[in-house]
């Protein structure tokens, strides 16, 4: 809303009360807290309401603060404590961005001396006693220790200093998403916490240990944003972590309890394998190293949960391949799959590479079958897949595809006549799920039609669990860039006609093969033709 105050200043005036609200707020934007200079920013600034005057905010410098234009126009909130509440927590969104992830409840303790320290915890019959002298208070606390009916777990209840919190990226390993912003204004309009967080401590007499948040760190962490200093927690006495691990990743997934991504039930899929094996391990007498065994046998040994067990063995296949390191295309995967500033979805992934290229089954070869010779098949269908998706960012997305033009609403703009760079229109077209769904298949093809030649029995099924050459991979990196080069990616004309909206599968595939659309539409030269083209021969 409008100021009346504001609007009956002379120049003069605004100006001695910009100078004084900048003195006040010690020459930093109230919202973004970076420096103000008076004289580089003058024609740059702005002075709103702290409080909105529509939630009674009073219309006076009282009430008045000074922002940087862009801040206030950008700002995630109309109340601009709540503003700058938020764009703190785009500043740690920004830093760690740079480590090619998204936070979680750890960054936010770091940032408030959070995480420091350990407790020791005392057992007195149904009582538990601890005390929390490291930050000054040397009382001892002494809470009621509850029993579970049904799982026959003990817990007990109790607010802690955020010096003593600790996440637990293990049996959670979510980050913490986009909704924060909304349950941060929730808090801050005094709505109460409905859920308390979770966690959970390994409780030996006399020994240090860590209260581990498992569960609720979104509230958790909307609370450490709004200043609180201590938590209250549901915590967990000597827990069976694997059935914690395993409760929580049913949460997510069968149960449907909690949002999980697809890409964090991997995650968590992943651990649940890598649990299993140790256990396997360890009841078969075997040693730390000895994986003288295979996925066929981890499934026969838990009879009991043989579907779960070949669902975190394919868990952890999918999730070595988008995790790695070595995985040039996972800057370009929205995990979260709903942003629109990256151009594959984590659910375009597995519907592609994954859907194609993973043997779906459990194998019947050791887990160290052929390891150090870089044979083992399972590792050499996540390198390959993993390579595969390297040539697929070196030649269509490193230095094309620009973050800051995204995704949202391309072919609009397009159709409105704002100009686009080139490579970044071609990286957004060819990666368009349906369309990378279809030309992943012709690899697909090149890949068996090599094996074929050379006259090797081939399992479909086991295709990238086959070595590749150099010549195979010289030519999938040809036919990739021959595609790459076709006129259609750059093609404006076809912004409404080919590329407005989501098309099917179908209808991709018909333009591959006929060079025009089921409508009639030409798209294509000709039809493509694999051989010419990973010869170096199919464009016109």
Same mark, same amino acid.
């Given at each position: 809303?409008?100021?009346?105050?504001?609007?009956?200043?002379?120049?003069?005036?605004?100006?001695?009360?910009?100078?004084?609200?900048?003195?006040?707020?010690?020459?930093?934007?109230?919202?973004?807290?970076?420096?103000?200079?008076?004289?580089?920013?003058?024609?740059?600034?702005?002075?709103?309401?702290?409080?909105?005057?529509?939630?009674?905010?009073?219309?006076?410098?009282?009430?008045?603060?000074?922002?940087?234009?862009?801040?206030?126009?950008?700002?995630?909130?109309?109340?601009?404590?709540?503003?700058?509440?938020?764009?703190?927590?785009?500043?740690?969104?920004?830093?760690?961005?740079?480590?090619?992830?998204?936070?979680?409840?750890?960054?936010?303790?770091?940032?408030?001396?959070?995480?420091?320290?350990?407790?020791?915890?005392?057992?007195?019959?149904?009582?538990?006693?601890?005390?929390?002298?490291?930050?000054?208070?040397?009382?001892?606390?002494?809470?009621?220790?509850?029993?579970?009916?049904?799982?026959?777990?003990?817990?007990?209840?109790?607010?802690?200093?955020?010096?003593?919190?600790?996440?637990?990226?293990?049996?959670?390993?979510?980050?913490?998403?986009?909704?924060?912003?909304?349950?941060?204004?929730?808090?801050?309009?005094?709505?109460?916490?409905?859920?308390?967080?979770?966690?959970?401590?390994?409780?030996?007499?006399?020994?240090?240990?860590?209260?581990?948040?498992?569960?609720?760190?979104?509230?958790?962490?909307?609370?450490?944003?709004?200043?609180?200093?201590?938590?209250?927690?549901?915590?967990?006495?000597?827990?069976?972590?694997?059935?914690?691990?395993?409760?929580?990743? =049913?949460?997510?997934?069968? +149960?449907?309890?909690?949002?999980?991504? #697809?890409?964090?039930? /991997? &995650? *968590?899929? %992943?651990?649940?394998?890598?649990?299993?094996?140790?256990?396997?391990?360890?009841?078969?007498?075997?040693?730390?190293?000895?994986?003288?065994?295979?996925?066929?046998?981890?499934?026969?040994?838990?009879?009991?949960?043989?579907?779960?067990?070949?669902?975190?063995?394919?868990?952890?296949?999918?999730?070595?391949?988008?995790?790695?390191?070595?995985?040039?295309?996972?800057?370009?995967?929205?995990?979260?799959?709903?942003?629109?500033?990256?151009?594959?979805?984590?659910?375009?992934?597995?519907?592609?590479?994954?859907?194609?290229?993973?043997?779906?089954?459990?194998?019947?070869?050791?887990?160290?079958? =052929?390891?150090?010779?870089? +044979?083992?098949?399972?590792?050499?269908? #996540?390198?390959?897949? /993993? &390579? *595969?998706? %390297?040539?697929?960012?070196?030649?269509?997305?490193?230095?094309?595809?620009?973050?800051?033009?995204?995704?949202?609403?391309?072919?609009?703009?397009?159709?409105?006549?704002?100009?686009?760079?080139?490579?970044?229109?071609?990286?957004?077209?060819?990666?368009?799920?349906?369309?990378?769904?279809?030309?992943?298949?012709?690899?697909?093809?090149?890949?068996?039609?090599?094996?074929?030649?050379?006259?090797?029995?081939?399992?479909?099924?086991?295709?990238?669990?086959?070595?590749?050459?150099?010549?195979?991979?010289?030519?999938?990196?040809?036919?990739?860039?021959?595609?790459?080069?076709?006129?259609?990616?750059?093609?404006?004309?076809?912004?409404?006609?080919?590329?407005?909206? #989501?098309?099917?599968?179908?209808?991709?595939?018909?333009?591959?093969?006929?060079?025009?659309?089921?409508?009639?539409?030409?798209?294509?030269?000709?039809?493509?033709?694999?051989?010419?083209?990973?010869?170096?021969?199919?464009?016109?």
């Amino acid at each position: 809303m409008a100021s009346a105050y504001l609007k009956k200043l002379s120049a003069a005036d605004r100006s001695e009360l910009v100078q004084r609200l900048w003195d006040i707020q010690q020459g930093k934007c109230f919202i973004s807290q970076k420096p103000i200079d008076l004289v580089l920013h003058k024609d740059s600034l702005d002075i709103d309401h702290i409080v909105p005057s529509k939630l009674g905010g009073r219309d006076d410098p009282s009430n008045f603060a000074l922002t940087f234009l862009s801040a206030n126009r950008s700002k995630q909130a109309s109340d601009l404590k709540l503003a700058r509440i938020l764009e703190g927590f785009k500043k740690i969104q920004e830093e760690t961005k740079k480590e090619d992830r998204n936070p979680n409840l750890n960054d936010l303790l770091q940032r408030v001396g959070g995480a420091k320290h350990q407790l020791v915890f005392t057992r007195d019959g149904d009582h538990i006693k601890f005390s929390f002298a490291e930050t000054g208070d040397s009382e001892i606390a002494q809470v009621r220790v509850y029993k579970d009916q049904l799982s026959g777990d003990e817990y007990f209840f109790s607010t802690f200093p955020l010096a003593y919190l600790h996440h637990d990226d293990v049996i959670n390993p979510r980050s913490i998403g986009g909704n924060l912003p909304k349950l941060v204004a929730e808090f801050y309009s005094s709505n109460p916490q409905l859920h308390i967080s979770l966690g959970w401590i390994d409780l030996e007499e006399g020994n240090r240990t860590n209260v581990k948040i498992f569960d609720g760190q979104h509230k958790a962490a909307a609370q450490i944003l709004l200043g609180v200093k201590e938590i209250p927690v549901r915590v967990f006495i000597n827990p069976d972590k694997n059935k914690l691990i395993d409760t929580n990743f =049913k949460a997510g997934t069968t +149960l449907r309890q909690v949002a999980f991504d #697809k890409s964090v039930q /991997r &995650h *968590l899929g %992943n651990t649940m394998y890598k649990e299993r094996v140790e256990q396997y391990q360890l009841e078969t007498k075997r040693e730390v190293d000895d994986y003288n065994f295979s996925e066929k046998d981890l499934i026969s040994f838990f009879k009991g949960e043989s579907r779960e067990m070949k669902r975190y063995i394919l868990d952890s296949v999918r999730d070595s391949i988008t995790h790695s390191k070595e995985n040039k295309l996972k800057e370009y995967i929205d995990f979260g799959g709903r942003g629109k500033e990256k151009p594959l979805s984590y659910s375009t992934v597995e519907k592609t590479f994954f859907s194609f290229f993973i043997y779906s089954d459990a194998l019947q070869t050791n887990l160290d079958y =052929k390891l150090e010779e870089g +044979l083992n098949p399972r590792e050499l269908e #996540k390198e390959q897949i /993993r &390579h *595969l998706m %390297n040539i697929i960012a070196d030649e269509i997305l490193i230095g094309k595809f620009d973050f800051d033009i995204g995704t949202n609403r391309i072919e609009n703009q397009i159709q409105k006549g704002e100009s686009l760079p080139m490579e970044h229109v071609r990286a957004y077209r060819m990666v368009k799920e349906e369309v990378l769904y279809n030309w992943l298949k012709y690899i697909q093809q090149i890949v068996t039609s090599y094996f074929i030649m050379q006259g090797k029995p081939l399992d479909q099924s086991k295709l990238f669990q086959n070595e590749f050459p150099d010549i195979l991979w010289s030519q999938i990196r040809r036919f990739i860039r021959e595609l790459t080069a076709l006129p259609l990616w750059v093609n404006n004309q076809l912004s409404a006609t080919v590329f407005g909206g #989501k098309q099917n599968y179908s209808f991709w595939h018909e333009i591959f093969l006929k060079g025009e659309s089921s409508q009639g539409v030409k798209v294509l030269a000709k039809p493509l033709n694999i051989m010419e083209m990973i010869n170096g021969a199919g464009i016109e």
